[in-house]
Each structure stands twice: as structure tokens, then as C-alpha cells.
């Protein structure tokens, strides 16, 4: 709905309306002195009388409105309701930059302080947004790097295990089962020449059986490196070699949660951030524009000129035939834009 907030009607000062009268005047004295001298010519026999200086009276014989060639409508700007607290005169004449009139900026006063509290506290929150910002993008880069670390050493464990380990460990149970096999030789070398000293009866049996256990426990080690070998090639080196795989692909997969975790921190942080920016914006937006208002409440002559109060203008207009003049005290309306 339409809220009408004209206060006054300003009358624009014009040099050019005296010059007109001056015109006005000078032509009809003309006019009149020229027909003086013809009527003297021609009726010589009539009355004369002299010229004298006096009021030129001018009379309006035409029912109708008096309204200023050049006005400027001085409206108030400040939203909501508010009341006048000062008015100039009716009829006023004023130079430009001279005040009008003075809205009660009062509330708009109580406004701008809560406002400007709403405008530190979203300040600090822009900052702390800001600062999560920075905070969130720097561990997302550690997390980053360590789950790329991670990855990498367990790519390079089960690398060295296949190039590395698994063949020491091979020819370490080859190498045993060979040493195995040879002391194996001897022994039973040994256990044979102790077996005919002691048919000759150059040893006692207690050597000829020490020789003997001998020969057992090397054939005994021999079996246990070929168990070992076996084992190594049939269970250790497939569960090793399938944990390590396993242990890289988890640190693949770790890796790419990662990726994707500081990615979605990141951006999450980033509309946060925009978010309480923007509303660090709104919000001293707010508080320019109640500024504004508080300096609008006092409203200034934008030109010289003859103040005439609206509601006087408007009198017996559509609408307007109750309206109340304008007086300090009273409360204007405008709505909000």
C-alpha cells in the first residue's frame, strides 16, 4: 500500500517574475499615455485629468487554484514511524542548506547501537570462520601427507619383502639345508670309522655311541632345514606376502578416504567462511542504512525558496479534506522499501 510522505512544498525563488511585473507596468503605462494623446487628439472638448502614481489593482474574476510555476516536493526518507520534533513555519522564506524540518531519531538510535553489536558478533564470526579456514586446510595437508607416507611405506615394504627379504630368507634355508647335508656326511664318515675301531676294540662303546648320536642329531637338523625351507616357500612367504599386499592396499584405500575427508572439510569450511562473510556484509549494511536514516531525520532546504506545509497544498484535494496540518509532535508513516 502507498503511504503518502510529503511534508512540504517548496516555492523556488525566481528573479525573472519581478522582471515581468516591471514589464507588465512599463507596458501599460505605455499603453495608457498613447491613448491619452490620441483622445486628446481627437476629443480635445472631453475632461483631462493628471497622472498620478498609486496602486494597480488587479482582481481575479475566475473561480479556480493559485499553485507555484516551480516547486520541489521535500519528502521524508526515514522508514517506519516516527514523529516530528521540529517544524519550520508555514511561509518561511529560506536559503538553501537551511533545516526544515527534524524527525525523532531516537529508536534509529537505539537501532544503530544493537546493531552495531549484531555487527561485532558477526565480525568475530567471519574472523573465526577465516581462522577454522586456514586451520581446516593445514591439517587436511598433514593428513594428506602422512596417509601418502603410510602408503608409500607399505608399497615399499611389500616391494623390499619380494626383492629383498623372501630371497635372504630362501637362501637362508637353502644354505642351512646344505651346511645340513654336508655335516650329515661327515658324521656318518665318523660314525662308520668308530664303528670298525670299535670292532678292533681301539675304542670303548661310549665313543663308538657319542659318534653315533652325532650322526643322528645332524640328520635330525638336515630334516628340520627342509621342513623350514618348505615351510617358507608353502605358508610363511604366501601369508606374508598377503598381509604386506593387504597392508598396502588398506593404506591405498586410508589414503583416498582421506583425500576425499579434507576435500569435503575443505569446502564445508570454505561455504562457512562465504556464509559468514556475507552476513558480516548484511549486516553492516544494516547498520549503513540506519545511519542513513538517522541522518535523514533532519531534512534541509535543497534550493532558496517559500516553504508551504502539505497538507496545506492538498486541502480539499481527493482524500484530503480531513487531513490535519502539519505540527511538531505529530507521527509520520513510510513504509518500508
Known amino acids: 500500500m502507498a503511504v503518502n510522505n510529503k511534508l512540504l512544498y517548496l516555492i523556488k525563488r525566481r528573479p525573472l517574475t519581478l522582471a515581468i511585473g516591471v514589464l507588465l507596468l512599463f507596458s501599460v503605462g505605455f499603453a495608457g499615455s498613447k491613448a491619452l494623446r490620441f483622445k486628446e487628439d481627437t476629443i480635445p472638448d472631453q475632461a483631462t485629468f493628471s497622472v498620478m502614481r498609486g496602486p494597480l489593482t488587479i482582481s481575479v474574476i475566475a473561480s479556480g487554484t493559485v499553485k507555484a510555476r516551480e516547486q520541489i516536493i521535500i519528502k521524508s526518507e526515514v522508514e517506519g514511524q516516527t514523529s516530528i520534533i521540529y517544524l519550520i513555519p508555514e511561509g518561511t522564506h529560506v536559503n538553501e542548506g537551511d533545516m526544515l524540518v527534524e524527525l525523532d531519531s531516537s529508536k534509529l538510535m537505539d537501532d544503530r547501537v544493537d546493531q552495531e553489536i549484531r555487527v561485532k558478533n558477526a565480525e568475530a564470526a567471519f574472523v573465526g570462520a577465516r581462522e577454522n579456514m586456514a586451520v581446516t586446510e593445514n591439517q587436511a595437508q598433514a593428513d594428506v601427507e602422512k596417509a601418502q607416507l603410510t602408503y608409500d611405506f607399505a608399497k615399499d615394504d611389500l616391494k623390499k619383502y619380494i626383492e629383498g627379504e623372501y630371497p635372504n630368507l630362501l637362501k637362508d634355508s637353502e644354505s642351512k639345508i646344505t651346511l645340513a647335508s654336508e655335516e650329515l656326511a661327515r658324521a656318518k664318515e665318523k660314525s662308520g670309522w668308530s664303528k670298525r675301531l670299535y670292532d678292533e676294540k681301539y675304542i670303548s662303546e661310549i665313543e663308538l655311541a657319542a659318534d653315533e648320536l652325532t650322526m643322528?642329531?645332524?640328520?635330525?637338523?638336515?630334516?628340520?632345514?627342509?621342513?623350514?625351507?618348505?615351510?617358507?616357500?608353502?605358508?610363511?612367504?604366501?601369508?606374508?606376502?598377503?598381509?604386506?599386499?593387504?597392508?598396502?592396499?588398506?593404506?591405498?584405500?586410508?589414503?583416498?578416504?582421506?583425500?576425499?575427508?579434507?576435500?569435503?572439510?575443505?569446502?564445508?569450511?570454505?561455504?562457512?567462511?562465504?556464509?559468514?562473510?556475507?552476513?558480516?556484509?548484511?549486516?553492516?549494511?544494516?547498520?549503513?542504512?540506519?545511519?542513513?536514516?538517522?541522518?535523514?531525520?533532519?531534512?534541509?532546504?535543497?534550493?532558496?525558496?517559500?516553504?508551504?506545509?502539505?497538507?496545506?497544498?492538498?486541502?480539499?484535494?481527493?482524500?484530503?479534506?480531513?487531513?490535519?496540518?502539519?505540527?511538531?509532535?505529530?507521527?509520520?508513516f513510510r513504509a518500508f522499501s
Not at 225 to 233: I, Q, R, Y
Not at 288 to 317: F, L, N, W
Open 216 to 332: 643322528k642329531r645332524k640328520n635330525l637338523e638336515l630334516e628340520l632345514a627342509k621342513n623350514n625351507l618348505d615351510l617358507l616357500a608353502k605358508f610363511t612367504h604366501e601369508r606374508k606376502l598377503a598381509q604386506l599386499d593387504s597392508d598396502m592396499k588398506q593404506a591405498g584405500m586410508a589414503l583416498e578416504r582421506t583425500l576425499r575427508k579434507v576435500k569435503a572439510d575443505v569446502v564445508q569450511a570454505k561455504a562457512n567462511l562465504e556464509a559468514k562473510e556475507a552476513e558480516f556484509g548484511r549486516q553492516k549494511d544494516k547498520l549503513r542504512k540506519i545511519e542513513g536514516m538517522i541522518k535523514k531525520a533532519k531534512i534541509y532546504a535543497p534550493a532558496d525558496g517559500q516553504i508551504i506545509h502539505a497538507t496545506s497544498a492538498q486541502v480539499g484535494g481527493p482524500g484530503r479534506r480531513n487531513a490535519q496540518p502539519l505540527d511538531e509532535g505529530q507521527q509520520r
